[in-house]
């Protein structure tokens, strides 16, 4: 259709002006401090408590092993409440005091033969032959191997005589007969104590009263350490001798009996060896045997090995949970913040397998499962390889005590689960199938077997020195932890460009006690410009004059502060507490985002109520109110059939200006977050007439929105040729100037109420 007219007519045209101006990308808030469980100062964006419940757990036991108690740290249950007041998404950043690890997965086996003995392998039942007889018990380092190559086996081995047999080696002792004729003698005996039977000795004598030796010929049985045997005299000293001569009594000494080996169990680890290989303990070695000890490992005494091995998400020791079996297939140190592995359906024929995260103190018989990855593979080629499947990546900070600390990820894959990560696979797979589409041998018994397991070896606690909570935190000790362990976490969220968000807390740092942390996360909000902080001011019990005077010392737009403490319902452990304030005003921010704008003031009746809260740690008065406000600390008031109620908007700026209202800084923040997204767009692209009309053509229409909303009086944006002048434009710059009226909130009503005369006029 043509433009333009040629000749006199009409031309209807189409302007479409209607566009959806695209809506910034909407941050939400963040929260720093101590958690039960998760990665400690990996921040975690997540957006429902339910979620926060799964990868930072709820509530803890802390206090002597008679005298335990359960509690929530402060970010859970503030967690809680921006969540059930409407907020959408939350950056959560976990600190702790010391050093934390993963925990990983007990041996998740397979096929293939790992060469290694474990310590405490009992050996005995491959015995090749029924040696060591009259050997003597215990360790043994010198042993020789055959068949194979390896080395430093060390067994200990068990003896016992319980057979009653004699050692046909035995020298019992006796007492010495008289008048004996010195010869050779095959004597048998009578038992005096004892059951025994069937043995006859060798006895020689030198002399009348000397005896050289006595060897058992016959062994006999049923002969135990301390029975006594009797040979009388007359068989000793032959046929018509010595008579009266004493008879010859024989006592059973523990070495006097046929020793048999019950036990041969390993000590120590070690690696090398195979199935076939032969043992040998040289006779020489275990005293008077008559064999050498010989044994030949089995399938069984050698450990498979580890297909793969997973790694918790989670640190800490909470992560830990190796322990036994109980009859209902649950572990004893099994907890609902802990884990369990399972490999079910392996198939050599495909080569997948499937492996199932369990809650740690489910039971066997009644599985609480939380993932579950089916008909993965170890194939590094393959859609399903494992890695690929559940994730492989873990993120380390590094930098840690530096002013910027910044995180290092390793790992090809995103973390697909939310609870583990592969962090090797040992036997990998690669083409598993053969043109035939039939499973290759060499790679058949790489597949993991079916098994469960637990996980292990994660180390840190969150139990350090006392622990103080809630009312009782106070100078050296908030939540078990120092200002100081807050500081990396502070300083990593400074980068605005990996992590957005509009508001800031930290509950359980306050600015008396905590300054040196609480001025860096300000300063570094500063630097940031696109949020507002939460800030409390003085421990619980502190007066109105405490709060006021350390309100004073900070001078800053971009913090709140909000008094008193207030006592609240725990949601998990449904005690009531206090805490202090920064713990509830999020959800307050929160909640009026959701019925209103950020603009619009978290204060009165209407958007600043706190139905949590039971009561206030003090009501205040109008002249409390009067005194926090003119001293920057917004009060948290408490109204007959009102409840408690956040009355104050107030930042921590001295100077008088829009500024000085939290409305007014939260207004500045959307605006420059969303103009600031827009901008990013044009960096690199022509300066030029084009790229300006671009941006006026996304900023104007926002701005009109937010004007139509309540948020400005009036605005007006400049990016012409005015401020972008040649020097400008061979600067490589491109300026634009944005002015705003912003809208103010009523906060200070008079009303007038006058009185007039009988058939007075109302004034128009």
């Known amino acids: 259709m043509a433009e333009t007219l040629i000749s006199p007519g009409v031309l209807a045209r189409e302007n479409d002006q209607s566009q959806i101006t695209s809506q910034p990308i909407q941050a939400g808030a963040a929260l720093i401090g101590p958690t039960v469980k998760g990665r400690v100062n990996i921040p975690k964006l997540i957006t429902s408590y339910s979620e926060y419940q799964a990868n930072f757990g709820t509530t803890f036991e802390s206090g002597s092993t008679n005298q335990k108690e359960e509690y929530t740290f402060l970010t859970s249950i503030s967690a809680y409440n921006y969540f059930q007041n409407g907020g959408t998404s939350l950056i959560v950043t976990r600190v702790a005091s010391g050093s934390f690890t993963a925990a990983t997965s007990s041996t998740i086996f397979n096929d293939v033969e790992s060469g290694d003995i474990p310590d405490g392998t009992n050996v005995f039942s491959q015995l090749t032959v029924d040696t060591g007889n009259d050997g003597t018990a215990g360790q043994f380092d010198d042993v020789s191997t055959t068949g194979g190559d390896g080395s430093g086996l060390k067994v200990n081995v068990t003896a016992t005589s319980a057979s009653g047999q004699f050692s046909q080696s035995a020298i019992p002792t006796v007492s010495a007969p008289t008048n004996a004729v010195a010869a050779s003698y095959l004597v048998s005996q009578s038992a005096t104590s004892g059951a025994g039977s069937g043995a006859t000795f060798a006895v020689t004598c030198s002399d009348a009263t000397t005896i050289d030796s006595i060897i058992a010929v016959s062994t006999g049985s049923g002969y135990a350490t301390g029975d006594t045997l009797t040979v009388t005299s007359q068989s000793v000293m032959g046929s018509g001798t010595g008579a009266g001569g004493a008879d010859l009594t024989i006592t059973i000494g523990a070495g006097d009996l046929h020793v048999k080996p019950t036990a041969i169990v390993t000590s120590g680890s070690v690696s090398g060896y195979a199935v076939g290989n032969t043992i040998t303990v040289a006779k020489a070695d275990i005293g008077n045997a008559d064999t050498d000890l010989t044994f030949t490992l089995v399938d069984a005494n ?20 190796a322990g036994t079996l109980n009859s209902q297939g649950a572990i004893s140190t099994g ?31 009644a599985k609480s499962v939380l993932e579950s990855f089916n008909n993965v593979s170890l194939d590094p080629k393959a859609s399903n390889y494992i890695s690929r499947i559940i994730g492989d990546q873990t993120e380390t900070l590094l930098g840690s005590g530096t002013s910027e600390p910044y995180l290092q990820t390793t790992g090809s894959y995103a973390n697909a689960s939310r609870y583990v990560r592969v962090k090797q696979v040992n036997y990998k797979t690669p083409d598993y199938l053969d043109n035939s589409g039939n499973a290759k041998s060499q790679f058949t018994a790489s597949i993991p077997v079916a ?4 996980f292990g070896d994660a180390q840190g606690s969150i139990l350090t020195g006392q622990g103080k909570y809630y009312q009782e935190i106070n100078g050296t000790d908030t939540q078990g932890l120092v200002g ?24 359980g740092l306050y600015q008396s006690d905590y300054s040196s942390t609480t001025n860096t996360l300000i300063s570094n909000t500063e630097d940031r410009g696109d949020n507002i902080i939460v800030l409390d001011l003085e421990a619980y019990n502190s007066s109105i004059t405490a709060t006021t005077t350390t309100a004073a010392s900070l001078d800053t737009s971009y913090a709140a502060a909000y008094w008193p403490w207030c006592m609240v319902t725990d949601p998990d452990s449904g ?59 917004n009060p948290i008031a408490t109204f007959p059939g009102r409840g408690v109620v956040v009355f104050g908007q107030k930042t921590l700026q001295t100077q008088a200006s829009a500024l000085d209202r939290v409305n007014v800084r939260r207004l500045l923040i959307a605006l420059k977050n969303f103009i600031s997204q827009i901008s990013d767009n044009l960096v690199f692209e022509q300066n030029t007439a084009a790229t300006r009309n671009v941006f006026l053509g996304q900023v104007n229409p926002y701005l009109e929105s937010v004007q139509q909303r309540q948020g400005l009086y009036a605005f007006k944006v400049v990016m012409n040729d005015s401020n972008n002048g040649p020097e400008v434009i061979d600067r490589n710059e491109l300026r634009g100037a944005i002015y705003i009226q912003p809208t103010k909130t009523a906060e200070f009503i008079y009303l007038d109420f006058n009185i007039l005369p009988t058939g007075a006029e109302f004034p128009a």
Do not use: H
Request: proline share 4%; charged share 20%.
């Open 335 to 365: 907890t609902n913040d802990n884990l369990r592995w399972e490999i079910a359906s392996p198939n050599t024929s495909s080569g997948t397998f499937s492996v199932i995260i369990r809650r740690g103190n489910d039971t066997t018989r």
């Open 302 to 321: 050698i450990t498979d090995d580890a297909a793969f091995v997973l790694e918790t998400i989670g640190q800490g020791e909470i992560m830990n949970n």
């Open 451 to 454: 098994g469960s397991g637990s």
């Open 575 to 633: 005690q009531r507490v206090w805490v202090p304030a920064s713990t509830l005003i999020p959800g307050v921010y929160a909640a009026n985002d959701r019925t209103a704008e950020a603009w619009f003031a978290p204060a009165g009746i209407n958007r600043g109520g706190l139905g949590v809260v039971v009561q206030a740690e003090r009501k205040l008065t109008q002249s409390n109110r009067d005194t926090l406000y003119v001293g920057k600390v």
């Open 484 to 507: 100081g362990n807050y500081t990396d976490a502070i300083n990593l969220l400074a980068n605005k460009d990996d992590y957005q968000y509009n508001i800031i807390s930290v509950p």
